[in-house]
């Protein structure tokens, strides 16, 4: 069994500052881990992924994420926030070969002026 | 090269009455996904398929929905009859799952709205 939990619904930021997203997973297996976005009224696009190579993933727009086993924890981060960075994040567990992936029920990112 | 495509992208019906959602995954995709998405919650999976097999469909509430992806390519996904609380968007992904790492590509989504 697998599970994700994202650990903070909303979360606000000024423009400019650090986003930290945060998601601890459960799984049976080694994990593949993502993190996708999700702007209004468009389709889920993947972030980033980890995949058991190098634990500290970078993704696209700046975001990246470490992988830590001891703590079974997926943050997502990126250093200076965007405007266009408001979306809905979600962060995703899979068991690889299986073909399973099971979803958290998202994180939505306001982004202050 | 094209996304997944899905139509139609809005889909308002009264209670009981059928709708169908179609689904064109990326080519060379072998495995193709329908996820419902309610509002404020992530998606959760309904149907995935490998080529034209349902490996697994213990999600979908058969006694009204149902699925098919003829040819391994293209996927419809049928309510029949739509009750209330099916409204929500209705996603739909591939993948290339012999590439390892299962990563998803999406489409736009079906938004449902139930009167």
């Known amino acids: 069994a697998q599970s994700v939990t994202q650990l903070d619904s909303h979360v606000s930021v000024s423009e400019g500052t650090p986003v930290l997203l945060r998601c601890n997973y459960s799984s049976s297996y080694s994990p593949s881990l993502f993190w996708y976005v999700q702007h209004p009224n468009k389709g889920l696009q993947l972030l980033l992924k980890?995949?058991?190579?190098?634990?500290l993933v970078k993704g696209i727009n700046g975001f990246e994420a470490e992988f830590k086993k001891s703590e079974t924890s997926f943050h997502l981060t990126k250093p200076s926030a965007h405007m266009s960075d408001a979306a809905e994040y979600f962060c995703?567990?899979?068991?690889?070969?299986?073909?399973?992936?099971?979803f958290g029920d998202g994180t939505t990112l306001t982004v202050k002026p | 090269e094209a996304g997944v495509v899905q139509s139609p992208r809005y889909k308002i019906i009264e209670k009981k009455q059928p709708v169908a959602f179609w689904c064109n995954p990326i080519?060379?995709?072998?495995?193709l996904y329908w996820y419902l998405q309610n509002l404020g919650q992530g998606p959760e999976l309904l149907i995935r398929y490998e080529n034209e097999e349902a490996v697994d469909d213990s999600q979908l509430p058969k006694d009204r929905f149902s699925a098919e992806r003829l040819k391994g390519v293209d996927s419809t996904l049928k309510i029949q009859p739509a009750e209330l609380g099916d409204s929500a968007v209705y996603l739909c992904?591939?993948?290339?799952?012999?590439?390892?790492?299962?990563?998803?590509?999406f489409g736009a989504g079906s938004r449902l709205t139930v009167l």
């Open positions: 980890y995949t058991s190579a190098a634990t």
């Open positions: 080519s060379g995709h072998n495995t």
């Open positions: 995703v567990v899979s068991d690889g070969n299986a073909g399973k992936s099971t």
């Open positions: 992904a591939s993948s290339f799952s012999l590439s390892g790492a299962n990563v998803l590509t």
